[in-house]
Nanobody
């Protein structure tokens, strides 16, 4: 049974930084792509970033490029999302997901975490 557990969400001031972590268990972590998505209140869930099984390929939503960095440590079965220059519009629940390929679509991701809340105050 796959389990994804996010952590690191917090209340932070605009311009600040946070690093989210997602610890995975239940299957061979290094065989799967990982993604981060987010959902703001009253909005659809949206893609944030994704990383290939090896870490060699990363993919970002346009609005996150240059501010967010996705990385992974296959020895620790963990994927990270470093978020810098945070804005109030980054406020959302952030979810990690595990899937077969790097994609901005939710379709390839078959396992999801419960989410961690990020709140950015102005």
């Amino acid at each position: 049974q796959v389990q994804l557990v996010e952590s690191g969400g917090a209340l932070v001031q605009a311009g600040g930084s946070l690093r989210l972590s997602c610890a995975a268990s239940g299957r061979t972590f290094s065989s799967y792509a990982m993604g981060w998505f987010r959902q703001a209140p009253g909005k659809e869930r949206e893609f944030v970033a994704a990383i290939s099984w090896s870490g060699g390929t990363t993919y970002y939503a346009d609005s996150m490029k240059g501010r967010f960095t996705i990385s992974r440590d296959n020895a620790k079965n963990t994927v990270y999302l470093q978020m810098n220059s945070l804005k109030p519009e980054d406020t959302a629940v952030y979810y990690c997901a595990q899937g077969t390929v790097v994609s901005a679509s939710e379709r390839p991701y078959d396992s999801w975490g419960q989410g961690t809340q990020v709140t950015v105050s102005s």
